[in-house]
Nanobody, 121 residues
């Protein structure tokens, strides 16, 4: 049974920090690209950050570059999102995503249930 369980969300003041975690189980975590997405009320879900299966390469949305850091621990089947210098516009539900695309076109894609991040004074 595939599971992605996010944790670490909450209420934080502008300028503060949070660290999100996503614990994975039920699939070969080390083979998957892992990503964090977010969705604010009334807006479409957007990619925040992604990290390759080995952790060598990362990619960030322009709006979070320099403030957020994605990392992974393949021994613990966990991906993290360190969020610093948080702004009110970072308020959203944050989702963990696992993605694997095989030669031939088969794709495996899983989502977590999301964790709320609220940035407000």
């Amino acid at each position: 049974q595939v599971q992605l369980v996010e944790s670490g969300g909450g209420l934080v003041q502008p300028g503060g920090s949070l660290r999100l975690s996503c614990a994975a189980s039920g699939f070969t975590f080390s083979s998957y690209v892992m990503s964090w997405y977010r969705q604010a009320p009334g807006k479409e879900r957007e990619l925040v950050a992604a990290i390759t299966s080995t952790g060598i390469s990362t990619n960030y949305a322009r709006s979070v570059k320099g403030r957020f850091t994605i990392s992974r621990d393949n021994a613990k089947n966990t991906v993290y999102l360190q969020m610093n210098s948080l702004k009110p516009e970072d308020t959203a539900v944050y989702y963990c995503n696992a993605d694997l695309r095989l030669v031939g076109g088969t794709r495996y894609n899983y989502w977590g249930q999301g964790t709320q991040v609220t940035v407000s004074s």
